[in-house]
């Protein structure tokens, strides 16, 4: 597609219930990241994805949090048991490789506001 | 690991006006350094980035200067408009691994 699109826009959930965030990035892309941006705050490095390697899971804050990348495309974020401290919104970014070359530019999709009650 | 810092966190400038946004990174091995650019309810968008081998880079009203010694590098806007009311993210990144690491982030606030 011609931007990083992320679905939902927004969700409200109770305590205790899972979600799932979706997000479809620029078509050709081969890394794709997740952030966190809690209100006010600064992005929060959550997962990345290159390729067919295996995921950077370096920034999931707990075990309630995993990420998968189905046919180096489609990425979605699942956090389970969802805690009021997981309201935040979530940021997908993907660039056409990881790592510094020339192409790491990232693109960012417009967020998932999740809030939890 | 890398650690950026951002100042100042709030800024209020008039319109015409120049504002200017700073950042320091720790490792010397960072050699990338982008400045995005989040208006309210959307994603961060990249307004101009540069590399270690530069030492300024200018994109019209926006300009970017490093300083590989010091380790800062500054965002400056001129001739402020309304328009650039935002949320400003400067960023640094290694050769090597594939994580970006942000600055917390700057709120100006272009008065008219």
């Known amino acids: 597609g011609a931007g990083v699109s992320q679905s939902p826009s927004n969700k409200v959930t109770e305590k205790g219930k899972d979600v799932e965030l979706r997000c479809d990035p620029i078509?050709?892309?081969?890394?794709l990241y997740w952030y966190r941006q809690s209100l006010g705050q600064g992005l929060e490095f959550l997962i990345y994805?290159?390729?067919?390697?295996?995921?950077?899971k370096s920034g999931l804050p707990s075990d309630r949090f995993s990420a998968e990348r189905t046919g180096g495309s489609v990425s979605t974020l699942t956090i389970q048991r969802t805690q009021q401290e997981d309201s935040a919104v979530y940021l997908c970014?993907?660039?056409?490789?990881?790592?510094?070359?020339?192409?790491?530019?990232?693109?960012f999709g417009a967020g998932s506001r999740l809030t939890v009650l | 690991g890398e650690n950026v810092e951002q100042h100042p966190s709030t800024l209020s400038v008039q319109e015409g006006d120049s504002a200017v946004i700073k950042c320091t990174y720790s490792?010397?091995?960072?050699?990338?350094f982008p400045w995005y650019k989040q208006e309210l309810g959307k994603g961060p968008q990249l307004i101009i980035d540069?590399?270690?081998?530069?030492g300024e880079k200018k994109d019209q009203r926006i300009a970017v200067t490093l300083n590989k010694t010091a380790k800062h590098f500054s965002l400056h806007i001129t001739e402020t408009q309304p328009e650039d009311s935002a949320v400003y993210f400067c960023?640094?990144?290694?050769?090597?691994?594939?994580?970006?690491?942000f600055g917390t982030g700057t709120s100006l606030t272009v008065i008219p």
């Open positions: 970014a993907s660039s056409l490789a990881g790592g510094i070359s020339g192409a790491n530019v990232l693109t």
């Open positions: 078509s050709g892309h081969t890394a």
């Open positions: 994805f290159q390729g067919n390697s295996a995921p950077d």
């Open positions: 490792d010397s091995a960072s050699n990338y």
């Open positions: 540069i590399r270690s081998n530069v």
């Open positions: 960023a640094a990144s290694k050769p090597t691994g594939n994580q970006f690491y």
